[in-house]
């Protein structure tokens, strides 16, 4: 009783100060529906991941400009420096994003002789209505799937991401760095915590506000309105991480990982003393 109670709390205010401060926002516009396809997880090897998710995004995406390969470039997952063995990086995007964040760096690693391969997260890179059927699960499920992947292809693994691809991989590593010897983590402005009120109210209310914001969809590279299953994915992210980093303090057991972290002195959406 007392969980419902405090669900239910949280819905109340959440409900009052999305009223007051942005109100409620819909659209009917095909961007803002789902597919009735669902992205395509769980496929390997990731040739026949690629070629999965590009038929998948050649049918679903609403393409905003006339430059359709240009988008599609823009949003595919990658890879390069695929004659390397010796080291190997997998990069996750953030919420909202795509592989395209990842394009100088992954150039950059590659020309020094690393393997290096992102993915996308299922409910990106087609249109935003599609995030209105992800969930922090299926994010997981699918991060830990190309891991492991990876990891049977190269000697020395490394995983990271930015945004809510660095919670995935953190996240990941607690339970996968022994079984498969994971070398270090890779982190750009990992978003352990929000400083978006809303993001934590998101798994209350992702029913009730299904977009907490619609604006014209004008980035090839990313959305521009997000939903709320989207944000209340991200912030499960941070539920789980935080729980892991208190059970590890109270085990007295450190995820015992070299990182490379990469964070803005000031940044708008992430609170960047939660990173450290």
Not at 90 to 108: E, M, Q, T
Not at 147 to 153: G, K, T
Not at 221 to 230: D, V
Request: glycine share 6%; charged share 20%.
């Amino acid at each position: 009783m007392p969980n419902f109670t405090v669900k239910a709390a949280h819905a109340c205010a959440a409900s009052l100060a999305l009223f007051l401060l942005s109100g409620c926002h819909s659209s009917h516009s095909s961007q803002f529906s789902a597919s009735a396809q669902a992205f395509p997880v769980g496929v390997q090897p990731f040739d026949n991941y690629l070629n999965e998710v590009e038929r998948y995004l050649l049918e679903h995406r609403a393409f905003i400009s006339d430059d359709k390969a240009q988008e599609m470039s823009m949003n595919m997952p990658f890879e390069c420096g695929t004659q390397y063995r010796n080291i190997g990086v997998l990069l996750v995007h953030g919420l909202g994003d795509s592989p395209y964040f990842f394009r100088d760096v992954a150039n950059a690693m590659c020309s020094e002789g690393i393997h290096v391969r992102t993915i996308l997260l299922p409910g990106h890179g087609s249109k935003p209505g599609d995030m209105l059927n992800v969930s922090y699960q299926q994010w997981q499920t699918e991060t830990n799937h190309h891991i492991r992947l990876f990891s049977e292809e190269v000697d020395n693994l490394y995983i990271g991401g930015f945004s809510t691809g660095a919670n995935l991989t953190t996240i990941a590593s607690f339970s996968m760095a022994e079984e498969l010897d994971i070398k270090g983590l890779m982190h750009f402005s990992p978003a352990f915590k929000s400083r978006f009120f809303v993001s934590r109210l998101a798994p209350y209310i992702d029913s009730l506000f299904p977009w907490p914001n619609v604006e014209e969809e004008d980035n090839p590279s990313r959305y521009n309105s997000t939903a709320m299953p989207g944000f209340a994915a991200y912030q499960e992210s941070v539920n789980v991480l935080q729980d892991l980093f208190s059970k590890s303090e109270k085990e007295k057991r450190a995820l015992n990982l070299p990182v490379l972290m990469v964070v803005a002195e000031k940044d708008s959406v992430v609170d960047t003393k939660k990173s450290s």
